[in-house]
């Protein structure tokens, strides 16, 4: 069995790595945190220059007609360059959710307009601190209006439509909606949070024009977008924690302490070696998560769910780790370490904390090994 990405993949994995290596290197974040940019748009125009906001839609819908597995190497790269862009909201999670389960009509409205980085596009889930459930979902959706607060949501300052977990009548009665943001009765706020290179907000809808998407169990289509996105976030994991552990190598092997260099010291080589380790169980999980994310295979949800957990373990370790290997500097605003800090922590929160995939782990096996 071959888990390894074609050849074509493997070149626009570095088709996507010189751009980002030219056109964002770390400047880019920096500039952005000092800031009041949302994102940077030279680097989202060049994405979508490339094509690659329509990788995995449909050539029928304007896009390239790919796959996931394409979707991962970008993903990869966006990770390891820290890429302070909406790539994630509004093509692993927006696009994703309306290309799955949007009407017919849905599709050809917003799909286009997705691929050509004509707008962008958000999923709006949580609602405050507990983790959103069929059960506790509070925004609703009755005549063709949706009302409540979702909060966080990524890019939600930015993003010019939103797919909305919503509550459409009766208990545990759950359902996707879509929500036009530049229409009448949707307000946002600007939120705050660790890395303000992904931006976040709060957004209310009061009596907001909404269409439902296509009928079904509405929580088992957001658990499969859910289960889509944690594998690419996990990508994003991989190649972040990459690049922290390149930066600590590169950062031991010139940096002397007592006339040696600190990497010679066996505690900083034990360091690099755990981030290492860590880092390529991250990877083992997301290749297989990748493969049946391509495969649409039956055991999706575990791998999905596996890639999460490892992936956020990886990059947070990696982070922290490369943090303190660069020692009293590495906490310095001048410092590059703090960008994949401040994205570590982000992601790990991304599309639901490691507590709330590990709980999920354990009750698909158990389903599973029940069948």
Same mark, same amino acid.
């Given at each position: 069995?071959?888990?390894?990405?074609?050849?074509?993949?493997?070149?626009?994995?570095?088709?996507?790595?010189?751009?980002?290596?030219?056109?964002c290197?770390?400047?880019v974040?920096?500039?952005?945190?000092?800031s009041?940019?949302?994102?940077?748009?030279?680097?989202?125009?060049?994405?979508?220059?490339?094509?690659?906001?329509?990788?995995?839609?449909?050539?029928?819908?304007?896009?390239?007609?790919?796959?996931?597995?394409?979707?991962?190497v970008?993903?990869?790269?966006?990770?390891?360059?820290?890429?302070?862009?909406?790539?994630?909201?509004?093509?692993?999670?927006?696009?994703?959710?309306?290309?799955?389960?949007?009407?017919?009509?849905?599709k050809q409205?917003?799909?286009?307009?997705?691929?050509?980085?004509?707008?962008?596009?958000?999923?709006?889930?949580?609602?405050?601190?507990?983790?959103?459930?069929?059960?506790?979902?509070?925004?609703?959706?009755?005549?063709?209006?949706?009302?409540?607060?979702?909060?966080?949501?990524a890019?939600?300052?930015?993003?010019?439509?939103?797919?909305?977990?919503v509550?459409?009548?009766?208990?545990?009665?759950?359902?996707?909606?879509?929500?036009?943001?530049?229409?009448?009765?949707?307000?946002?706020?600007?939120?705050?949070?660790?890395?303000?290179?992904?931006?976040? /907000?709060?957004?209310? !809808?009061?009596?907001?024009? =909404?269409? $439902?998407?296509?009928?079904?169990? &509405?929580? #088992?289509?957001?658990?499969?977008?859910?289960?889509?996105?944690?594998?690419?976030?996990?990508?994003?994991?991989?190649?972040?924690?990459?690049?922290?552990?390149?930066?600590?190598?590169?950062?031991?092997?010139?940096?002397?302490?007592f006339?040696?260099?600190?990497?010679?010291?066996?505690?900083?080589?034990?360091?690099?070696?755990?981030?290492?380790?860590?880092?390529?169980?991250?990877?083992?999980?997301?290749?297989?998560?990748?493969?049946?994310?391509?495969?649409?295979?039956?055991?999706l949800?575990?791998a999905?769910?596996?890639?999460?957990?490892?992936?956020?373990?990886?990059?947070?370790?990696?982070?922290?780790?490369?943090?303190?290997?660069?020692?009293?500097?590495?906490?310095?605003?001048? /410092?590059?370490?703090? !960008?994949?800090?401040?994205? =570590?922590? $982000?992601?790990?929160?991304?599309? &639901?904390? #490691?507590?709330?995939?590990?709980?999920?782990?354990?009750?698909?096996?158990?389903?599973?090994?029940?069948?």
């Amino acid at each position: 069995m071959n888990f390894d990405f074609s050849d074509d993949q493997k070149l626009l994995k570095e088709q996507v790595r010189k751009f980002l290596t030219d056109k964002c290197s770390y400047a880019v974040p920096r500039r952005i945190l000092d800031s009041d940019e949302p994102y940077a748009k030279e680097v989202w125009k060049g994405l979508v220059e490339m094509g690659l906001t329509g990788t995995a839609i449909p050539e029928a819908y304007g896009g390239l007609g790919l796959g996931a597995l394409e979707l991962c190497v970008i993903a990869e790269e966006l990770g390891r360059a820290v890429a302070p862009v909406p790539f994630s909201s509004s093509v692993y999670l927006a696009s994703e959710a309306i290309k799955l389960f949007g009407t017919e009509k849905q599709k050809q409205t917003w799909l286009p307009k997705l691929a050509s980085g004509e707008i962008i596009g958000t999923f709006a889930i949580s609602e405050g601190l507990h983790a959103p459930s069929a059960h506790n979902i509070k925004t609703s959706f009755a005549g063709g209006k949706v009302n409540g607060v979702k909060t966080p949501v990524a890019d939600g300052d930015i993003a010019d439509v939103a797919v909305v977990v919503v509550n459409s009548g009766g208990k545990d009665k759950v359902s996707l909606a879509i929500v036009d943001l530049k229409g009448a009765g949707v307000s946002r706020e600007v939120l705050r949070t660790l890395d303000p290179t992904r931006s976040h /907000a709060a957004v209310t !809808f009061k009596d907001a024009p =909404a269409e $439902l998407m296509n009928g079904g169990d &509405g929580w #088992s289509q957001v658990s499969r977008i859910l289960d889509g996105a944690a594998v690419l976030f996990a990508f994003e994991q991989v190649g972040g924690a990459e690049a922290a552990l390149e930066m600590a190598r590169d950062y031991s092997l010139e940096r002397y302490a007592f006339g040696r260099q600190i990497g010679s010291y066996q505690a900083i080589k034990h360091k690099l070696a755990d981030i290492y380790v860590k880092k390529e169980l991250a990877k083992s999980n997301a290749y297989f998560g990748a493969m049946m994310l391509n495969d649409e295979g039956s055991e999706l949800p575990e791998a999905a769910a596996a890639s999460r957990i490892a992936g956020n373990d990886a990059y947070v370790f990696a982070a922290q780790e490369s943090l303190q290997t660069h020692g009293g500097i590495g906490y310095t605003w001048e /410092a590059n370490t703090q !960008f994949h800090y401040r994205r =570590a922590k $982000l992601l790990a929160l991304a599309v &639901g904390a #490691s507590v709330q995939w590990k709980e999920k782990l354990v009750q698909r096996l158990e389903a599973k090994n029940a069948a």
